[in-house]
């Protein structure tokens, strides 16, 4: 599957002048003889040279500061004066504003992620009073993503401060800010310089631009019909849904609903918590917010029910023990015995009968499974769950991955066997099923799933090309293919008929899975 348009964004830092910092020169931040750094403001901005998709980036904003050792000298009618323009500019509580500007600090911020129009207001106010010092509008940026709620879990989102706190702004964090810049000068105690020689600079260095392997027009469509199906089908917990190239473990969509907006990530995104919203505890609401922010298709697992028929399957094909297409290999009677325990299949009152195992998977009969899991054994059994990646996290260069909930081998007996068989009474993220499935879909080798596809230097433009990890060889190709010929089966006259697509060679899986299931 080609890539046609790549999301790319970063938080780079396009330099500024060393010689003023915005206005206020550096005597004003230097009260006693020492040598002291000013960090360079940088503003966190973007080129989009030969990129077609911008998925976030930084845009300039505002914010102002008083310094009280300027304001300390006016009378207190000043302070008012002072206090009651910036809280009719900007909107605030007088007496709060008032009590900031008489606070005994050096330096009080006022108000941050302010407009340029505010700014600018507030400039000709300064101006139309002379005040020159004391009041001092720094220029920061914020990041600002067009597509709002588009790949919100995979993006996630930054802090006031522009640290990434979730998703691949806090994964990649470090490669995205870059460092500041600054000024170190030795002063006397009246700010008077010392010289050339007792000044050194050191340059900002940009962030790095990230292209990411997520195609739009896929993510787009993947959550409009996630969304439709969450909402006819009463989700009440949202679902997900991950697309990912086999070949090369590029995750090529992954969405989980309900998104959220990433200009506003602490807008909670559900009606019902929205009415209440003002009543909750603060606790309450924190949870609240990171069970929104939570991406479920890395950080939640779940029963998958009888899609981990293509484990039982596969090992059994790899091993010998069965074959795709022996006629009436398999016998089903609605009902199998294991230790004394009796286990239905789902189409108990009506038997599938003789079976090969190809017709085994296409009914998703369990009966056929669970007698190949016993003929696996436990320990063969857990080797291929390990091969498959079953037992660890896949590594994705996402936050927040899980990992599946297994019995401890030494404590699976042979009912426990039975049920892990056909897909039951453990539980696995979505990762780690689509990780499986795609290393039946490539050949039987195991690819590790990503999402970053290449860094770009912002100011060189030398790119780093994140390459595939393949792994090892879970099964043979002779075997990857007999599974991927029987999932095509099962889309084509088995339980996956409504997959099906004119046109398309289509392969797949159905399961159901049990909620709440307590491994």
Known sequence: CDIKEEYNYSRSYLS?????????????????????????????????????????????????RAFKDKLGISPKEYKEKVAKALSEIFELDYEKILKKVKKNSSIETIVKRIDKEKADKLRKWIEENSLYSGINIDEDTKRYYPYSNLASHIIGFVGSDNQG????????????????????????????????????????????????????????????????????????????????????GDILAMATYPYYD??????????????????????????????????????????????????????????????????????????????????????YYRPHGSQSLRQGLMNSCNPVFIGLGQKIGVSKYYQYLNKFGLLQKTGIDLIGEANSIFLKEEKVGPVELATISF?????????????????????????????????????????TIIEPIYKNQVISEKTAQDILSMMTSVVAEGTGKNARVDGYNIGGKTGTSEDGVNT
């Open 16 to 64: 500024r002048s060393f010689k003023q910092l915005n206005g206020v020169t550096m005597k004003d931040y230097l009260t006693d003889k020492k040598m002291t750094h000013a960090k360079e403001l940088l503003e966190r901005g973007r080129s989009v040279k030969d990129i077609s998709t911008i998925l976030g980036y930084s845009t300039p904003y505002n914010f102002t």
């Open 165 to 248: 706190l979730d998703g691949i702004e806090a994964k990649y964090d470090s490669v995205l800010v870059g460092s500041n810049g600054s000024i170190s000068k030795m002063t006397d105690a009246k700010g008077n310089n010392f010289g050339d020689e007792g000044e050194s600079y050191s340059n900002p260095v940009k962030g790095k631009d990230l292209v990411l392997t997520i195609d739009m027009n896929i993510q787009a469509i993947v959550e409009k019909y996630l969304e439709e199906a969450c909402i006819d089908n009463v989700c009440t917990d949202g679902g997900n849904i991950i697309m990912m190239n086999p070949q090369n």
């Open 262 to 347: 990433l200009n506003n990530p602490y807008n909670i995104n559900k009606e019902e918590l929205k009415a209440i919203w003002s009543e909750l505890e603060s606790a309450e609401k924190s949870n609240a917010l990171q069970a929104m922010w939570r991406n479920k298709a890395i950080a939640d697992t779940y029963e998958p029910g009888s899609t981990f028929k293509l484990v039982t399957a596969s090992a059994a094909v790899e091993e010998g023990i069965a074959n795709a297409d022996t006629a009436g290999a398999f016998a089903c009677t609605g009902r199998i015995e294991i230790a004394g325990t009796r286990i239905k299949c789902w189409r």
């Open 423 to 463: 897909g039951q009474r453990f539980e696995v993220t979505p990762i780690q099923m689509i990780t499986m499935v795609s290393t039946i879909a490539n050949n039987g080798k195991y690819v590790q799933p990503k999402v970053v596809k290449k860094i770009i230097d912002s100011e060189t433009g030398e790119e």
